[in-house]
């Protein structure tokens, strides 16, 4: 067993001095771009989303500056400012959890409960550092406390639904008992579907079952310390994708969280612990037929910690400072064989990270129309492939034998597979009321990034290609300046932005054709631009509603003059509403361009894509006091298109994209009490 760095041994003395079912509670900070459940409750979000979506991150596609990639009937991966997969944090009650396999077929927000769906906040700009630094954005997912009716000591819900398009089915409820501060809850749910048709009738591989429960509570003494615990338990099966050859039968999550916290001084305090344990099989003969099996199990554990000192100084200074601690474990094997007994990849050579992060961040109020904030951030990260000297053989029975150290050496003629980052990150933001209705802020910030497991660590030989990490990339370095104008008069609010990101060192993968047929998969560092415009211009009079949203980005490979890979194309969405009396009716109509600027060598763009027009409807009806209808119909002219950023459609001659689903019609009926 090979020694643990100290820093391995840090985390888990602290994680075992704070071994409890861990926790619950993400805080909202300032500068918040979309807010995906703005003017609603928490509860009325999860209402109108109810109508049987495979997950809860759909409802991040309502912003144009957010593009979702779609693989399968699961996994929908958010692209933020034209950056995507590692450059995308996302943050699950405050808890960072990592996906178990290569190929992203359980990216994070896979884990966003559906039986809870918690309010979605998207942030592309360093305000806050205590959750570390903004690369290209970060998705915030917080669920809400339960809400107790005057005078009572119980509340939940029961929700079924379903749709027609690959005959969706769900169920999930709840049940809280206690008060606002005190309270215990157990939630779960069931969800599946079957394959879905695209707009042309061809069926997409997509089928999936997923289900989960969790139980989470929370204790507030009379002094103000309190103490909140979450565990969850998320299970899903015969998840299947067209985009990857290979389906996943088999994906368990489990989550322990855990909280404390009491005021101090002009302020409070807080400590977190948390868990995240997920394990993951894919294989190529479980769903579908295949000549030469072929199996994956692969496996992440993170654990990590967090205190945060909260306080306030003479009423127009916050100023918080805190230490956090994380280690993660990946191991990931490919087998192949008869019996499945040869190892043919070590995918994942049972890579460590180690990460201890230090911020002090503050914000000043100068005057009644003028605050400013600033704050910096290190963060020491030390990976390792301790696996990297193990031998695999390709193909079982062969002379050939192979290492990961030996792919890399080949790859990139490194020999040392040891990894340590120092990462010191900043930002400095204001917010100028230069009238009561208008808001200038502007942020600057500077944004270290170390590599992810892919990028410096993978390690796959096939009888199609190799897939190799490179141990010796740098740092990825953004620096970023983004300014909005938001302001509202009447009836009528806006909100213009301009942004930029000058990215020194970005990690760039790309893809080479070999005479034999194979392609090599590899990374390196390049020097990248990307910058965008977006606005907001929205119109309520109480009764009737109506908001554009307008984003356009454009991404640069500042080495070879050329654009950078998966940058979606611009985007516009339109919606038009209605409500009354708890009715509520919306019209949508969603845009994007042709996007014919792409990067074909990355791999990641499988050729230029059609623009599209999609239209959308949706309403929640009460039918009586602790009764509500909500219904969708989704695509209403059954069109045929997929996103840009989707990923290649390997299953389906001709079709380069996994298309998203014809017109489908979604319900479900919600009972409170």
């Known amino acids: ?199 042309s009738g061809n069926e997409v591989r997509s089928a999936y079952q997923n289900s989960e429960g969790r139980v989470d509570g929370a204790w507030l003494a009379d002094n103000g310390f309190y103490i909140k615990g979450l565990v969850s338990r998320q299970e899903e099966r015969d998840v ?86 994380e280690s993660n474990e990946w191991d990931a094997t490919l087998y192949n064989g008869m019996n499945l007994d040869n190892e043919a990849s070590l995918m994942w050579p049972g890579v460590e990270r180690d990460r201890v992060g230090l911020f002090i961040e503050a914000f000043h109020q100068i005057r009644i129309n003028t605050r400013l904030g600033a704050g910096i951030r290190y963060d020491r990260v030390e990976m390792d492939a301790t696996r990297a000297d193990q031998t695999f053989r390709p193909m079982p029975g062969g002379m050939m034998t192979l290492s990961p150290a030996g792919l890399y050496a080949s790859a990139y ?42 990028e410096r660590y993978v390690a796959q030989k096939t009888m199609r290609g190799s897939w190799v990490g490179n141990p010796d990339l740098d740092t990825e370095k953004h620096n970023k300046l983004e300014a909005g104008l938001a302001g509202r008069k009447g009836k009528w609010h806006w909100r213009p932005a301009v942004w930029v990101d000058q990215v020194e060192d970005y990690v760039y993968r790309f893809a080479s054709n070999n005479p034999d047929g194979t392609t090599d998969t590899r990374y390196r560092n390049i020097d990248a631009r990307l910058l965008g415009v977006e606005g907001v211009l929205g119109w309520n009079d109480g009764t009737w509603s109506s908001t554009s949203k307008l984003a356009s980005v ?64 949706s309403g929640t009806h009460p039918l009586m006091d602790n009764l509500s209808l909500t219904w969708a119909i989704d695509n209403l002219f059954d069109n045929t298109w997929a996103r840009h950023v989707s990923k290649d459609n390997l299953a389906d001659p001709g079709v380069f994209r996994v298309n998203e689903p014809g017109r489908t019609l979604r319900a479900a009926l919600t009972a409170r009490w």
């Open 554 to 617: 454009r991404g640069e490979n500042r080495d070879a003059g050329k654009s950078l890979p998966r940058i979606p194309p611009i985007q516009f969405i339109q919606t038009l509403g209605w409500q009354y009396q708890g009715h509520k009716l919306q019209a949508e109509w969603e845009l994007a361009r042709r996007q014919d600027r792409i990067d074909q060598e990355s791999g990641l763009d499988p050729g230029p894509s059609p623009g599209y027009g999609v239209v959308n409807l």
């Open 1 to 199: 067993m090979p020694r643990k760095p100290p820093l391995t041994c840090c985390i888990s003395l602290l994680m075992a001095g704070l071994a409890v079912p861990p926790v619950f509670a993400a805080t909202g900070e300032d500068g918040v771009v979309i807010r995906v459940t703005e003017g609603q409750s928490a509860e009325a979000a999860r209402l109108s989303e109810a109508a049987v979506q495979t997950e809860p991150v759909e409802r991040l596609a309502s912003s144009p500056a957010v593009s979702l990639s779609r693989m399968g009937g699961r996994g929908l991966d958010p692209v933020i400012h034209g950056q995507s997969e590692e450059r995308v944090d996302v943050l699950i009650d405050g808890m960072r959890v990592a996906g178990a396999c290569p190929s992203r077929m359980d990216p994070p927000t896979s884990r966003l409960s559906t039986a809870l769906a918690p309010v979605l906040e998207v942030r592309t700009g360093n305000r806050t550092l205590r959750w570390g630094p903004i690369a290209g954005g970060q998705v915030v997912a917080t669920t809400a406390a339960p809400t107790f009716a005057q005078g009572n000591r119980t509340t939940g819900h029961l929700t079924a639904g379903g749709s027609d398009n690959g005959e969706g089915r769900l169920v999930n409820g709840s049940v809280a008992a206690g008060s606002k501060d005190t309270f215990i809850r157990a939630a779960g749910g069931y969800d599946e579907a079957d394959d879905y048709e695209d707009g």
């Open 413 to 454: 003629g490194t020999t040392d597979t040891e990894a340590v980052d120092d990462n010191v990150s900043g930002f400095l933001t204001g917010e100028w009321h230069f009238t009561p209705t208008h808001t200038l802020e502007v942020t600057a910030s500077h944004s270290v990034r170390s590599p992810g497991v892919n």
């Open 240 to 325: 299947k994708f067209p985009g990857r050859g290979m389906d996943a039968p088999k994906t368990d999550t489990d989550l322990y969280r855990l909280e404390f916290g009491a005021p101090v001084a002009d302020g409070g305090w807080s400590l977190m612990a948390w868990q995240a344990d997920v394990d993951h099989v894919m294989d190529n003969f479980s769903l579908r037929e295949s000549p030469m099996k072929m199996q994956t199990n692969s496996a992440t554990r993170t654990r990590g910690a967090r205190l945060v000192l909260d306080q306030t100084i003479n009423f127009s200074k916050d100023v918080a400072l805190g230490i956090d601690v």
